[in-house]
């Protein structure tokens, strides 16, 4: 990978009050992060790990794969410029839904897709696109739909890590952004 992108929400001034959150497992963190900071509409994203069962894990723990957590991405969103169904849109533009604990070349229970809403009133729309989504797939969709349990902030060093290592891995393309 040779740049990102530009990010459109650098020139937005987002007020906080309005911003609504999702979390979004779906492969390696790094790009999945990347690439949704740079949908218009985006106010901020975080990498961490989702939905597992060990107190304030570490990057190394989740990746044996026995933590129960997915590598995620936190995103505060405007649902104004960016509704919700939009936004699980693009979501889905990035992950192959029917694909279970895997994404790309990275393989393992950390690596599974999963949405995980911290308002309930979101959850009907995530049911509709996965609906929808199932229409364009044979196999059925495993993506997780479910409350967020927990969420712990990943290491510094996985924050924005594309940015800090422009020729980082990454399994996703920039493509539809440019």
């Known amino acids: 990978m040779s740049h990102l992108p530009n990010n459109p929400n650098l020139n937005i001034s987002y007020d906080p009050a309005q911003l609504k959150e999702i979390y979004f497992g779906g492969g390696c963190f790094w790009g999945v992060e990347a690439y949704l ?85 979101d959850y009907p729309i995530i049911d509709k696109a996965v609906f929808k989504q199932q229409a364009y797939y044979d196999e059925p969709i495993v993506t997780e739909t479910e409350p967020l349990k927990n969420y712990v902030l990943a290491e510094e060093y996985h924050q924005k890590y594309l940015e ?10 920039f493509d539809s952004l440019a």
């Open 164 to 173: 800090k290592n422009p020729g980082g891995y990454c399994h996703i393309s």
């Open 37 to 121: 900071e740079r949908v218009k509409g985006v106010a901020e994203t975080t990498v961490g790990y989702a939905n597992g069962m060990t107190p304030n894990p570490t990057y190394k723990e989740v990746c044996t794969g026995v933590t129960g957590y997915a590598e995620a991405v936190h995103v505060k969103y405007d649902p104004n410029i960016l509704p919700l169904g939009n936004l699980l849109q693009v979501y889905f533009g990035l992950i192959d839904p029917t694909a279970l604990n895997r994404q790309g070349p990275d393989k393992g229970t950390q690596y599974r897709s999963g949405i995980y809403y911290t308002d309930e009133a």
